[in-house]
């Protein structure tokens, strides 16, 4: 049964809000966890060497790859009962992860939970999307942003500690109850799905070319010789675009990429996603190496940047979808300027305090990305609309790696004069001037349709 917009008991305890929550803690959970612990794991299971690093990249790579499919099968078929296949299935796979006897099963494992993951993300934010007013869904939303935050922020340090004190497998095992307890909740929520797509077939064209054009687009971000990669993203891209040019139902409508807001937020939100993947694997890195802390120390002191950051989603809530492109270009604005300042400022202290103010403004940005362009999209769509913007976002964590695993090769090493000399994160300039130039193109695009808007306007009223 789908719920109607002002007649839903949702609130801060909503069903669909405890699946939603739960089910993105599991994902971005597991997304981040295990990358401490890959030396322990690479040196513990049998099998080529050369396949550990697709133990991350293959969850990656299935999770951002399918979620444009996975978020129209949530309008088609239901965001409730595709939300609880995701976490069923992302269960199995976190127990196949656990039980994994070679490092080529475990990469296998881990496709199977980037695809329970990939269900998981579109459908349960098109699932709480609907479950009642915009307002309430919105706040809702961010407060469960906020819970999958602190799974982003404390994942590293619960991977490396559990990896250390207990087991690599342990990671997987605690996800597994989780994506029970999604599945659970799920089935208490109420069924939503686009009512006009009734009957419609599934585009089948459109998924096959358009996960195989973004299959391509994350092979070729990986690589810097990922030059074919590229070029076959843009060819198969254009297959996919001409299918849905002919599709009566396509997997993606074009005309959302004519939505001024919607495109601004996603983009700027990638921006954003790329910053804070590399600000989470670098600060960590540069207090241990650069400054000579002790992990446990370390982890400690990341907490207020890891805290300032999860709060982002229930702030990013409460903005108005009015506001939403003008607060994302001040927080990208604030984000610049911060991870700008991380490279120049002495000592730990001043690098915690602005990598908190970073954190902050970046939490903001992404909770944005999603709360935002859900307020901009037609509800019945909701589904298509995240998953777009889910996969984009989790394109671009492949480009903030990239930015940490750079930091890591050119940071600071650890000598008595590292607090002296600076210690700050130069590897961050880059992405800090990614933010600047994202929060500058924010602004001119908003600026742009703010006045085609008002020139239409006048030339309707005959001024």
Request: a positive charge; one cysteine or more.
């Amino acid at each position: 049964m789908s719920v109607a917009a002002g007649n839903v008991p949702s609130g801060p305890g909503s069903w669909a809000q405890r699946a939603w929550g739960v089910g993105a803690f599991c994902v971005q959970l597991d997304s981040f966890a295990l990358n401490p612990a890959l030396p322990v794991v690479r040196a513990e299971l049998p099998g080529n060497a050369a396949a550990a690093p697709w133990v991350v990249s293959g969850y990656l790579l299935a999770a951002g790859a399918l979620m444009p499919l996975a978020g129209r099968l949530a309008d088609l078929y239901g965001r409730r009962r595709v939300l609880a296949l995701g976490a069923a299935l992302f269960g199995v796979g976190s127990a196949l992860c656990g039980l994994a006897p070679s490092l080529s099963f475990l990469v296998a494992a881990r496709v199977v939970q980037g695809a329970g993951g990939a269900l998981i993300m579109p459908a349960g934010l098109a699932l709480l999307t609907n479950a009642g007013p915009p307002e309430r869904a919105q706040r809702a939303t961010g407060r469960a942003l906020g819970l999958a935050g602190l799974a982003t922020v404390c994942g590293p340090f619960l991977g490396g500690t559990l990896a250390q004190s207990a087991s690599w497998r342990a990671v997987f095992w605690l996800t597994v109850p989780l994506a029970g307890v999604t599945v659970w909740c799920a089935r208490q929520a109420d069924e939503s799905r686009d009512a006009a797509a009734a009957g419609q077939p599934l585009d089948v064209t459109g998924a096959v070319t358009g996960t195989g054009a973004l299959v391509c687009l994350a092979r070729g971000l990986e690589h810097a010789a990922g030059v074919g990669w590229l070029v076959g993203a843009v060819l198969v891209g254009g297959l996919f675009v001409r299918a849905e040019r002919r599709a009566p139902a396509p997997l993606v409508d074009l005309a959302l990429f004519r939505n001024l807001p919607y495109v601004t937020l996603t983009a700027a939100g990638a921006v954003a996603n790329a910053a804070t993947v590399a600000l989470l694997y670098v600060l960590p890195w540069t207090l241990q190496q650069g400054h000579g802390w002790p992990v446990l120390a370390a982890g400690a002191a990341f907490l207020a940047p890891a805290m300032a950051l999860a709060v982002g989603g229930p702030v990013a809530g409460r903005v108005r979808s009015g506001a939403a492109v003008a607060v994302m270009a001040v927080c990208l604005a604030v984000a610049g300027g911060a991870l700008w300042a991380t490279g120049v400022v002495a000592g730990a202290p001043g690098l915690l305090v602005t990598s908190t103010g970073a954190a902050a403004a970046l939490g903001v940005a992404g909770g944005l990305a999603l709360t935002g362009t859900q307020a901009v999209v037609r509800r019945e769509r909701a589904g298509e609309a995240s998953g777009l913007t889910k996969s984009v976002l989790t394109m671009t964590a492949g480009l903030g790696l990239g930015f940490a695993l750079t930091g890591a090769g050119a940071g600071p090493a650890p000598s008595a004069t590292a607090g002296a000399s600076g210690g700050g994160l130069p590897s961050l300039v880059v992405p800090a001037v990614g933010c600047v130039v994202g929060a500058g193109l924010t602004v001119m695009v908003a600026g742009w349709g703010w006045f085609r808007r008002r020139r239409r306007r006048r030339c309707g009223g005959g001024g």
